[in-house]
């Protein structure tokens, strides 16, 4: 995974609540087996008119945001799916960062594993940075993981919040499944203990 | 006396592997189950760092998502639908893992499979690259939906890195009315809290109206958790779950039953027990609900009015009531029983089971569905589909007018062949309703199987009391 390192960049407002997943990436573009690519069809249906030209109102299509790194989104944005493909997508287009109230916890989750960083803020602080959004081309927020800082195009600094462990893996792009392995030993002693507490489990082993 | 726990904080309990001191856990997982869409990344991850599977008795693959409904014969026509099927295939013969074949009478959704092959049980944690993963909850099992880097996370170390989620109960007391189904149990719970409502939560899903559930209907409910929001649904295991599960092929056998019996009854949630969240709701107030936008939580008893915007005094809410009236192609005010149908589907891991066709069957027999309608019913998997065709069901729905199908997720996500049209619209016994969710363009309106055969008839959404008397 890359490593998250501080970045200026244009943020897009996108203050529509529940966007979601099918939203972020429509289910007939998840026939893919693999993981990049998918940027060409992030929100493909509010992106794109159905002959395939784009349309006009839409933010992302609008000149001084196309090149968008940080979304400031409405309520419960990423709800639905597990699709990963939503991360992806957002990932290959160029998304780093994501500022909302609240976002749906498999989203959440899956973002970060990709090197993202979703950030939580009280409504009226979001309200503000939505405003900043709207800028245009001067809707630049610095964001620093490090310091837990947002830069307003202001000067102003937004403290945030953020998880320590996700916190760490994101700003050192550590793999999940390499730090897991370091514990190896403890789950082959939890598998030996259930095994005999638990007997009765079913075995797929045969088919 | 130990602090009175829930059955979320028992399970959770018993599966720690070991704990960092910011409570973050490392979670042994019992049943990872795979399918072709969220799969083929995750084992390309294996492949490049060269791990292997570390528990393949405890992983089922299936493929659901691309495969036909119609003649399967002719293989898969769409080219990249055949590809993630055929990636599928390449990769359990490459990591050696379990799976049903396409042609296999065992094949199905991955969410109606693992229940009835008996795999799904009490006290287990059980997860899937899908978030209605949650449907397993209903045998009082810990189940959720998963990205695909932690599917390969699984995979690779059998565990996952999660923290405690809050305990949420949603109590539905008393006894439904006539008509009103599972479904409708929690599209009006949706409806009530909404589809951020149980974010951070695991519900609980209890009272009277729930634990006179049959399996089936209890399934139908915690598939529909994750629309809630919440991480996942749960029931508390009792002797309609045991019973369901007497028998099943992979349910503990003679010997280890009554032991396995002993260790489930020990689950459910102890007297005391303190919720984060509690949401009360009275069934008898639960008529047959409707969606109506594009969002589960646009929920509305039939016998009610499309909303209108100007009704909401929030301008953020205002623009998305609005928005969703102008996609849906309705008018604020309107009765919702005056909304016409070109489409009907009765399937999907929601509804996709023998009760559900049983429930359709007995809407549609010696009726006919409207001229102007297509509908189809796709079963949940091929022994659904024997289990019905063995009691004639196929034949009263065929004798209406319903098409009938081999199994998979088929019109509830539009990834095969099965979609809508843009500006067609359905009334679909799925969960979701999104923009787009069952065809570019498409709209859908979500209802129980009864209400669905109902409006099949009539051509519109439909109040399926009416055909009751
Ligand atoms: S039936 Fe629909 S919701 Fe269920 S697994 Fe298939 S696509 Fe997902």
Redesign the interface.
Known sequence: MRKFTTFTGVAAPM????I?T??VI???F??????KGLGKHLFN?MRYN?DGTEKEGFILNQPAYRNAEVLVV???FG??????HA?WALSDFGVKCLIGT?F???FF??SS??GMLLIKLPKPIVDALMEDAKLGANARLTIDLEAQEITRPNGEVVKFEV???KRHSLLNGLD??G???K??E??TS??SK?GSS????????A? | MAKPRTLFDKIWANHVVRTEDDGTALIYIDLHLAHEVTSPQAFAGLREAGRKLRRPDRTLAVADHNIPTTDRSKGIEDPESRLQVETLEANVKEFGVPYFPVDDIRQGIVHIIGPEQGLTQPGMTVVCGDSHTSTHGAFGALAFGIGTSEVEHVFATQTLVQKPAKNMRVTVKGAPPAGTTAKDLILAIIGKIGTAGGTGHVIEFAGDAIKNLSMEGRMTVCNMSIEAGARAGMIAPDETTFEYLKGKPYAPKAGAWEQAVQYWSSLPSDPGAVYDTEVELDAADIVPYVTWGTSPQDALPITATVPKAEDFPDPDRQAGIARSIEYMGLTGGMPIQDIKVDTVFIGSCTNGRLEDIRAAAAIAKGRKVASSVKALVVPGSGLVKEAAEAEGLDKILIEAGFEWREPGCSMCLAMNADKLKPGERSASTSNRNFEGRQGPGGRTHLVSPAMAAAAAIKGHLADVREFLA
């Not at chain 1, 638990?198 to 082993?205: D, E, K, Q």
Request: hydrophobic share 25%; aromatic share 6%.
């Open positions: 203050p529509a609540q529940n979601d099918d939203k429509p289910a007939r998840l026939k893919t087996i693999e993981r249906d159905t409405g309520d419960n709800c639905g799916s597990s699709r990963e991360p609240d749906a916890d498999i989750n899956n594993k990709n998880d320590p462990f999940d499944i730090l897991t392995f514990n190896k403890d789950i939890y598998e259930d638990r007997p009765w489990m079913p075995s797929l082993a088919e």
